[in-house]
T-cell receptor, first 112, second 116 residues
Framework: DTGVSQDPRHKITKRGQNVTFRCDPI?????LYWYRQTLGQGPEFLTY????????KSRLLSDRFSAERPKGSFSTLEIQRTEQGDSAMYLC??????????FGSGTRLTVV | GENVEQHPSTLSVQEGDSAVIKCTYS??????FPWYKQELGKGPQLIID?????GEKKDQRIAVTLNKTAKHFSLHITETQPEDSAVYFC???????????????FGKGTHLIIQP
């Protein structure tokens, strides 16, 4: 499979727990993006990496959220002390150049 | 930052008819405008995009038009088929680059329903 891979597909967690999601981009893509999508809305930009450097963070990304891309390949998104408002689909996308993003199928997080 | 408005929120057309979805944006520096199709349980899939040096781009039954003066762009689907039923999103660049490298701001989506 040469697409963007996200793991897990679904995650149910109790409020207050920490969760971590993984994204494996298309191998030759140097840019990697995280988005959040709630029901009936478009994806909302969270953050992006060029290689291993995190270059931009949205104000939506509170201090409970942290993202890493340690070797410029896969990325992780961690949410600490989850809240019910964190329930959403977390989408990862990658690109080689400007535009032309390829999205993964997302990780659906449910906080109970 | 960029603000993207998308209309309509729901569009129902007869199979074989055309569908048009419109978006407006606020940042005149933006120069890259993609359209995505999202099916249930899947991530958005890029179907067509346009850069500001052209006014129209076509790919088989799908076309996008751009009016930079008015800051709006539209998706046109002709000869609609049942498999065109999905949610469609427009987007424009977030940030200062204008080209989308810093991320995209998405519209709220249009649920396109193709009636048999």
């Amino acid at each position: 499979d040469t697409g963007v891979s996200q793991d897990p597909r679904h995650k149910i967690t109790k409020r207050g727990q920490n969760v971590t999601f993984r994204c494996d981009p298309i191998s030759e893509h140097n840019r990697l993006y995280w988005y959040r999508q709630t029901l009936g809305q478009g994806p909302e930009f969270l953050t992006y990496f060029q290689n291993e450097a995190q270059l931009e963070k949205s104000r939506l990304l509170s201090d409970r959220f942290s993202a890493e891309r340690p070797k410029g390949s896969f990325s992780t998104l961690e949410i600490q002390r989850t809240e019910q408002g964190d329930s959403a689909m977390y989408l990862c996308a990658s690109s080689l150049a400007v535009g032309g993003y390829t999205f993964g199928s997302g990780t659906r997080l449910t906080v109970v | 930052g960029e603000n993207v408005e998308q209309h309509p929120s729901t569009l129902s057309v007869q199979e074989g008819d055309s569908a048009v979805i419109k978006c407006t944006y606020s940042d005149s520096a933006s120069n890259y405008f993609p359209w995505y199709k999202q099916e249930l349980g899947k991530g958005p899939q890029l179907i067509i995009d346009i850069r500001s040096n052209v006014g129209e781009k076509k790919d088989q039954r799908i076309a996008v038009t751009l009016n930079k003066t008015a800051k709006h762009f539209s998706l046109h689907i002709t000869e609609t088929q049942p498999e065109d039923s999905a949610v469609y999103f427009c987007a424009a660049p977030v940030g200062n680059s204008g080209g989308g490298a810093d991320g995209l701001t998405f519209g709220k989506g249009t649920h396109l329903i193709i009636q048999p």
